[in-house]
Each structure stands twice: as structure tokens, then as C-alpha cells.
């Protein structure tokens, strides 16, 4: 049998490889094995469903797309849905424009994942394999329009109070006093505009938002999920990190 060049061999495997992808991969951002998931075409499967679902506003459609409870985190706090009949009576509020508009405007090739989930619009709202279907498992939706005033996040450390809230501006804003500085006072550090990210799925959802000044960076983050050996201490209400250019962030515990 005659053999190939060496370099003819070469451009036949490199060939090969771009005509057969890896199976597990959306994308450059997602490859479904951080899920446990190996099959692309259940998953294509699942995100046709919604879509059609979400652009006709198909309650029934929808019931079979999400896990039960199914939690929501909206402007008033957060709840569960337990059943169908109350998704159905619901639909409207848990699945309003901006949730259905970031599900409907999501690349496919450009979505998100780790072994927390499916990311669609940014964390608006979180997929995951469950048994052998993909379903959501929770949707962060903050309205239609920005709060004025409304209150994010609020912890304290041991050197300051930290206020995360919005101002007439979608972006939220982040304040600090350094004690004993009253609160009704100017406070020592106030930048207007930041991003908000959600992270995490079920009873693991959470916020974190961070903001720049110059060349330090400060991230405030809600309470998740912890392993053992990083357990929050009693009363925490989640940490604040501070980083200055490429300097490791230090993190410290905020109540």
C-alpha cells in the first residue's frame, strides 16, 4: 500500500478535525461537558423549543422547559414556582420583555457555561441538565425599566459601609463612608455607573456587580454557594474584593 507524505498526512488531519468538531462545544464559551453533557443536538433541540415558545408567548410550551421549583429574582426580592398552574398564571411576570427578548437576541455560538449552568442574556436566565432533559432553573429579571433608588446591596466591614443601589440611571452605583463617618454625610468614595452579573443557578443564584475607578476595581458580591472549606462566617452577607491594576484582588467578608 502506498503511504501519503508526511505533510500530505498532516493537512488530511487538520482537515478532518475542521469537518468533525468537538460534539460537546456551542461554542468558544461553552463546551457542555462542564455540565456533564456530550450531546450538542439535545441541547440545539432544547434552545429551538424555547425560542419558538418565548416569541409566541406559550405558556403551556413552557411548562415543559423549566424545572420545578423554578426561582425567580426580580426588583421585589426572590420566589419559587412550584408547579405548572402557577407558571401559567404567572407567565407574563416571570417572562416579561427583557427575559424573553434576551432569550430570543442570544447567539447560540456565543452562549456561556460552567459547571453552574446555561447562561442566556448575560445571566438573565440559567439552563441546566436535569436528568436527561435541559430545562431552566432560574431567571434573574430586574424589569422593564431601571429603579430609582432602589437598594441592592448594602454590607459593612470592619473600615466601611458599602451601599450598591440605582440612581435614575440603569447602571448601579456604588458608595462607601469610612468609620465613624455618619451615612448622612458625603460619602468618601461614589462611582456612578457599574455592571451587574448574575452567577449561578437555583438556590445558588446570586448577584455581583463591579466597578472601576481608575485602575482599581471593586466587586461586590451576594452570598452563593461555598464548599466546606470555605464556609461564610455566621451573619455574612456577602465580600468585597478589591484589585489595583494586575495585582491579586483581596477579598474580604462583609455583613
Same mark, same amino acid.
Given at each position: 500500500?502506498?503511504?501519503?507524505?508526511?505533510?500530505?498526512?498532516?493537512?488530511?488531519?487538520?482537515?478532518?478535525?475542521?469537518? #468533525?468538531?468537538?460534539?460537546?462545544?456551542?461554542?468558544?464559551? +461553552?463546551?457542555?461537558?462542564?455540565?456533564?453533557?456530550?450531546?450538542?443536538?439535545?441541547?440545539?433541540? *432544547?434552545?429551538?423549543?424555547?425560542?419558538?415558545?418565548?416569541?409566541?408567548?406559550?405558556?403551556?410550551?413552557?411548562?415543559?422547559?423549566?424545572? /420545578?421549583?423554578?426561582?425567580?429574582?426580580?426588583? /421585589?426580592?426572590?420566589?419559587?414556582?412550584?408547579?405548572?398552574?402557577?407558571?401559567?398564571?404567572? *407567565?407574563?411576570?416571570?417572562?416579561?420583555?427583557?427575559?424573553?427578548?434576551?432569550?430570543?437576541?442570544?447567539?447560540?455560538?456565543?452562549?456561556?457555561?460552567?459547571?453552574?449552568? $446555561?447562561?442566556?442574556?448575560?445571566?438573565?436566565?440559567?439552563?441546566?441538565?436535569?436528568?436527561?432533559?435541559?430545562? $431552566?432553573?432560574?431567571?434573574?429579571?430586574?424589569?422593564?425599566?431601571?429603579?430609582?433608588?432602589?437598594?441592592?446591596?448594602? +454590607?459593612?466591614?470592619?473600615?466601611?459601609?458599602?451601599?450598591?443601589?440605582?440612581?435614575?440611571?440603569?447602571?448601579?452605583?456604588?458608595?462607601?463612608?469610612?468609620?465613624?463617618?455618619?451615612?448622612?454625610?458625603?460619602?468618601?468614595?461614589?462611582?456612578?455607573?457599574?455592571?451587574? /452579573? #448574575?452567577?449561578?443557578?437555583?438556590? +445558588?443564584? /446570586?448577584?455581583?456587580?463591579?466597578?472601576?475607578?481608575?485602575?482599581?476595581?471593586?466587586?461586590?458580591?451576594?452570598?452563593?454557594? #461555598?464548599?466546606?472549606?470555605?464556609?461564610?462566617?455566621?451573619?455574612?452577607?456577602?465580600?468585597?474584593?478589591?484589585?489595583?491594576?494586575?495585582?491579586?484582588?483581596?477579598?474580604?467578608? +462583609?455583613?
Amino acid at each position: 500500500m502506498k503511504r501519503l507524505p508526511l505533510q500530505f498526512a498532516v493537512i488530511f488531519l487538520i482537515n478532518v478535525t475542521t469537518a #468533525f468538531p468537538e460534539s460537546s462545544r456551542l461554542g468558544e464559551s +461553552c463546551d457542555l461537558r462542564a455540565i456533564g453533557a456530550t450531546d450538542v443536538k439535545t441541547f440545539l433541540e *432544547f434552545d429551538r423549543d424555547l425560542r419558538s415558545a418565548m416569541s409566541k408567548q406559550d405558556a403551556v410550551a413552557v411548562v415543559f422547559l423549566v424545572k /420545578h421549583p423554578l426561582r425567580i429574582n426580580d426588583d /421585589h426580592g426572590s420566589f419559587y414556582l412550584n408547579d405548572a398552574a402557577s407558571l401559567q398564571s404567572r *407567565f407574563q411576570e416571570v417572562f416579561p420583555p427583557r427575559v424573553r427578548t434576551a432569550i430570543l437576541k442570544q447567539p447560540v455560538d456565543a452562549l456561556f457555561c460552567n459547571s453552574s449552568g $446555561i447562561m442566556y442574556g448575560n445571566g438573565v436566565v440559567w439552563v441546566n441538565l436535569t436528568g436527561k432533559r435541559y430545562a $431552566i432553573e432560574t431567571i434573574n429579571s430586574l424589569g422593564s425599566s431601571p429603579a430609582t433608588g432602589k437598594i441592592q446591596f448594602v +454590607c459593612e466591614t470592619d473600615k466601611e459601609r458599602i451601599v450598591v443601589d440605582t440612581w435614575n440611571i440603569a447602571e448601579p452605583r456604588y458608595r462607601t463612608w469610612k468609620k465613624p463617618r455618619a451615612l448622612t454625610d458625603k460619602p468618601d468614595l461614589e462611582i456612578q455607573k457599574g455592571d451587574q /452579573h #448574575f452567577e449561578g443557578t437555583g438556590s +445558588c443564584a /446570586h448577584s455581583t456587580w463591579t466597578f472601576m475607578s481608575g485602575a482599581t476595581r471593586f466587586i461586590a458580591e451576594e452570598l452563593g454557594c #461555598f464548599g466546606d472549606s470555605n464556609t461564610p462566617p455566621e451573619g455574612a452577607r456577602g465580600t468585597l474584593g478589591i484589585s489595583i491594576s494586575d495585582n491579586p484582588q483581596t477579598t474580604t467578608w +462583609c455583613f
